[in-house]
Structure formats: C-alpha cells, structure tokens
C-alpha cells in the first residue's frame, strides 16, 4: 500500500468520524466510497500484473562510459490486453545499502553545488523508467533503451 492510498483511508477515516458525531448520511456515502476506490484500486493493480513476465536483455560487456542498448520484453500470457504498465529496470544499483547511501551521499553532494537543490534527480542516475501503454492478449511489447 503506498502513501497516496494510506492518505485516503485516513481522509475516509476522518469522514468517517464526523459522520458518527453528526450522524449525516451523505459523509458514511462519502467514506464508504473513498474506502471503495482504495479497494478497487489494489485489485485492478493485482490483477494487472497477473500472467506478465518480463525478460531484459542486454550486451555480455560494458565499459564505462560506453553507451550500451538494453530490450525489455514483456509478455501477456493473460486472456485480456494489459493497459499502462510501468516497469523500472533498476539493474545499475549498487548491491550492498552501504554503497548505495555513499553513493546517494556523493550525487547530493554535487547536484547540491550544481543547481543549489538537492534530492531531486539522484535515483534516476541509477534506473530508467519504461512505460508500456498496452500489452494485448497472448502478445509481446518490447522497449530499447539506450544507456551508459
């Protein structure tokens, strides 16, 4: 469950209350149905990624500093189209956390001097983003993307 979803429950929550002390029929309508959209929403979600799987590939090698080309394949064995599929390929990860903070540390660090920011753009050095808009029945769709 991510944030968005625990905030409209504690709005429907909240509703909810207000509805009990003022006893008004239209705020339990009002709850009942934020509690609803969370609900549909973790089924369709669920239901989406059933019968998808992903193959990535890319080149043996890489150097770096050498762009390289990467295909993401994602297949429906599903007996419905799949709509808006995101999928992040976050491969260029460091694998232990103590790496990845140092690293995160670092990038801060620089984007801090460059553009007087700071959070903003520091996983994305590290993943890419692919957004399927559909993925019919019993087919494949394939994405190139091109890193270094």
């Known amino acids: 469950m991510n944030r968005r979803a625990v905030i409209v ?3 429907a929550l909240g509703l909810f209350l207000v509805a009990m002390a003022i006893r008004s029929g239209w705020l339990f309508l009002a709850s009942g149905g934020l509690v609803a959209l969370v609900v549909v929403s973790g089924v ?3 239901f ?3 019968k998808i799987s992903l ?3 890319g080149p043996s090698r890489a150097f770096e500093g050498d762009p390289f080309t990467v295909v993401l394949r994602i297949k429906n064995d599903g007996w419905l189209s ?3 599929i995101e999928v992040s390929d976050l491969a260029f990860i460091p694998p232990k956390a103590s790496a990845w903070r140092r690293e995160v540390k670092r990038r801060r660090k620089e984007l801090a001097t460059e553009s007087k920011g700071g959070e903003r753009g520091t996983t ?3 993943s890419r983003n692919v957004l399927f808009w559909s ?3 019993g087919g494949t769709s394939e994405a190139l993307g091109r890193l270094c």
Do not use: G
């Open 82 to 84: 799949r709509n808006i």
């Open 55 to 57: 193959e990535r590939r």
């Open 44 to 46: 369709v979600s669920l």
């Open 48 to 50: 989406t990624l059933r």
């Open 135 to 137: 993925v019919p029945a």
């Open 124 to 126: 994305e050095r590290f």
């Open 9 to 11: 429950l504690l709005v």
